[in-house]
């Protein structure tokens, strides 16, 4: 049985509300990559290196990263001399499939969550990414598995940010642990600390400014704040999750990487997703960054932020090729 069929089967009777977000979040992307999949293949009825050109122009186009879709080709390459395939249509279900396995790598992308104990999360990432926004979703997840939630308003620099988590606060029904607008940051988490710890909490989430003078200032904040947990709960904070832009494209690979070098990043939350047509980043941040991607946005809904799953993540992004493959399977 081929991948596609065994994937194909899994989520024909196992059809649900994450795999259904999933298909309705990646539609921009998936749209656009199988209409530009399927004119390719008509317009190259074999396999040559004009085609793996043309190819290689699309998957850029899509956000695959130049690094990841060089990687690809080469693959693809060696596949299709390997199995003997002579014409696109052939090398169609190929393409999908070893984009597939950029996404099935063997790291750890499950949420660091610490049973009977406080869970320590802090946000970092450049000021419109949506970090305040995946903060208060993140909190409405954990509330409705019955978990008792703090936020933490460390971003007292930008104007609004405090008011804004204080909005999801409510919302959410989660209390906020906040100063004045220009105080300390390391100050207001090392008191959400505390309350947290003196409420028997389970989850704090703790908001980190997205911007100060400069680069250096920022990281050095960062380490501040990540140093003050560490004194109250030496093993936090359990999750340091940053928030990039899936619309932003390369841009948000240039943040990840430069984050991932000042600061020690656990995992990726990657909003927006449904805002773009580039979903392609995802396979890019898989392939070039050591770093799991753990969340994805969906929607605009509460509940449209979703903890990633390749398979079904490759199912939102593959689903109509999928179908196709396998009805000519069958």
């Not at 610490?114 to 903060?135: A, C, M, R, S, Y």
């Amino acid at each position: 049985m081929s991948f596609f069929k065994k994937l194909k089967d899994k989520f024909t009777t196992q059809s649900d509300n994450v795999t259904e977000k999933f298909r309705d979040g990646l539609e921009k992307t998936r749209t656009s990559f199988s209409t530009k999949m399927n004119d390719l293949v008509k317009n190259y009825l074999k396999v040559d290196e004009e085609f793996f050109e043309e190819l290689e122009e699309l998957l850029i186009s899509a956000d695959v990263g130049v690094a990841t879709v060089m990687d690809l080709i080469d693959v693809l390459k060696d596949e299709a001399r390997a199995r003997n395939i002579k014409d696109t249509e052939a090398l169609q279900s190929v393409i999908s499939e070893k984009l597939a396995e950029l996404l099935h790598k063997e790291e750890d992308n499950s949420l660091n969550i610490q049973e009977d104990e406080l869970t320590v999360f802090l946000f970092v990432g450049v000021n419109g990414v949506g970090k305040t926004t995946t903060i208060g979703k993140l909190a409405h997840k954990f509330k409705k598995e019955n978990k008792k939630v703090l936020l933490a308003a460390g971003d007292t620099f930008r104007a609004g940010a405090i008011e804004q988590l204080d909005v999801w606060g409510e919302r959410v029904g989660v209390d906020v642990v906040k100063h004045q607008a220009g105080s300390d940051p390391a100050a207001v988490v090392f008191d959400a600390v505390q309350s947290a710890k003196s409420r028997k909490a389970d989850i704090l989430l703790c908001d980190t400014a997205g911007r100060l003078q400069n680069k250096v200032n920022l990281m050095n904040e960062l380490e501040k704040v990540k140093r003050v947990i560490q004194r109250e709960i030496p093993n936090a904070p359990h999750e340091v999750i940053l928030v990039l832009d899936a619309t932003t494209g390369q841009n948000a690979m240039s943040q990840a990487k430069q984050f991932s070098q000042s600061t020690d990043v656990s995992g990726i939350a990657l909003t927006k997703l449904d805002g773009t047509a580039k979903g392609g980043i995802v396979l890019a941040i898989r392939h070039e960054l050591d770093i799991p991607v753990k969340l994805v946005g969906l929607g605009e809904q509460m509940d449209d932020l979703q903890e990633f799953d390749a398979d079904t993540f490759v199912y939102g992004l593959f689903s109509s090729i999928i179908e196709e493959d396998v009805e000519k399977e069958e």
